[in-house]
């Protein structure tokens, strides 16, 4: 791990500020945290460095939203550490279950425009039986699915397990009647992804680049591995430090097979905060607490262990993202998690604020609970729930 020495010269050469009047240039020199009191843009950088340095994280990248806007980006460190090239705002990054959160983007468009009814069971729009499927002859003997909808799906309340290669056999069944409580399943995604592949006659890659990377000009994003990304892309590393090989995926999966980079996902989620291609009711629809979250953890044996411990914050699930009630109203975020990165993004509806995080580093979820803290005021994340247990963490 570099000092921080040689990571300040790295960040001075990586900041993308979003292009601003010459009169506003001066007042972002600060950011203003969610209690309207500010902190500046070195104060934020030196904070960064030293959290790296002190949680051996090799590479982070970051983005402050205003006014439902991209106000600030920055890249700092290593997306190579042992070619020592740097981490850069055009860097392409492995965005994990961020790729979720595009996804919903997309089906609520379907949505608003009639094709897809969130309420309706999801073999219905098949034409066959859903065990007659590739991939989902397992249900065969459970006739369950045919109660699963759009709805669940994105909920998480498909009563999937998360993967079905988690499983001892491997074998995709439920853990719990469907649409009765909250279990985090990218199997459930992976359905509504062939449903609306049925729905539209188009593949994710297709659709995603009609419905939202074109769009918005995410030119550096995609749901699969491209060309472009070989000349700037993040390698993952361990807790120890150790790379872990460079997966170039070439099946487009809703649930988390897309490559972004830190300044095309925060385009996205400006377009999310704006509303932009969704209608009033349709965003109302995806960002609201549809089912509560009472659970001590969103992964592992606490799972499924009940808790009072984020009744006061109404956790819960919409339609692709989670959302919780903070002193300064609702707020909607999501992450990505996977071996060797880590991500997370929060939106704050009425003060039109948001902080993106994305790290080559499985160390950086260590730093989340301080960098949300200390850079968007934001004191009411779940980070128990979410595992962002600090580094340096001596508490209960």
């Known amino acids: 791990m570099h000092t921080i020495l040689r990571l300040w010269k790295l960040l001075l050469a990586f900041t993308l500020v979003l292009p601003m009047a010459p009169a506003a240039q001066a007042q972002k020199a600060t950011i203003e945290r969610l209690d309207g009191s500010r902190i500046s843009v070195p104060e934020i950088e030196r904070l960064v460095l030293a959290l790296m340095d002190s949680a051996q994280v090799p590479g982070l990248a970051l983005a402050v939203l205003e006014d439902n806007k991209v ?11 042992q070619k020592r090239l740097p981490l850069e705002p055009q860097t392409a990054m492995y965005a994990a279950s961020f790729s979720k959160a595009v996804f919903a983007y997309l089906v609520m468009q379907l949505v608003q425009e009639g094709a897809l009814d969130l309420d309706k069971p999801l073999y219905q729009y098949l034409g066959k039986l859903l065990p007659e499927i590739k991939g989902y002859q397992d249900l065969a003997t459970d006739e369950r699915w045919k109660q699963i909808t759009a709805r669940m799906a994105l909920t998480h309340t498909t009563g999937f397990p998360n993967w079905r290669w988690f499983e001892p056999d491997e074998k995709l069944r439920f853990k719990f009647a469907p649409g009765t409580k909250y279990w985090y399943s990218g199997e459930g995604i992976q359905l509504l992804q062939v449903v609306v592949e049925k729905i ?98 969103q992964f592992g044996p606490l799972a499924t262990v009940a808790t009072d411990e984020n009744k006061a914050i109404k956790l819960a699930y919409g339609l692709g993202w989670g959302v919780f009630e903070s002193p300064y109203g609702p707020a909607y975020f999501k992450e990505g998690h996977d071996d060797g990165w880590e991500n997370h993004s929060v939106a704050f509806s009425d003060q039109k604020k948001g902080l993106v995080i994305m790290s080559n580093s499985s160390n950086a979820d260590k730093l989340f609970k301080e960098l949300l803290e200390k850079i968007l005021g934001d004191t009411a994340t779940p980070w128990r729930w979410e595992n962002y247990v600090p580094y340096n963490y001596s508490g209960k």
């Open 200 to 297: 539209t006659r188009k593949g994710l890659l297709q659709l995603s680049e009609e419905r939202v990377f074109k769009p918005l000009k995410m030119t550096r994003t995609s749901y699969i591995w491209q060309p472009a990304f070989e000349l700037s892309h993040a390698i993952g590393y361990m807790e120890d430090g150790k790379a872990v090989p460079k997966e170039k995926r070439d099946e487009a999966q809703a649930a988390g097979s897309m490559e972004t980079t830190i300044t095309d996902y925060a385009t996205f989620m400006a377009a999310v905060m704006q509303g932009k291609d969704l209608t009033p009711k349709a965003k109302q629809e995806m960002v609201r607490a549809q089912v509560a979250i009472p659970f001590k953890a």
């Open 71 to 81: 106000q600030y980006v920055k890249t700092f460190g290593y997306r190579n550490v």
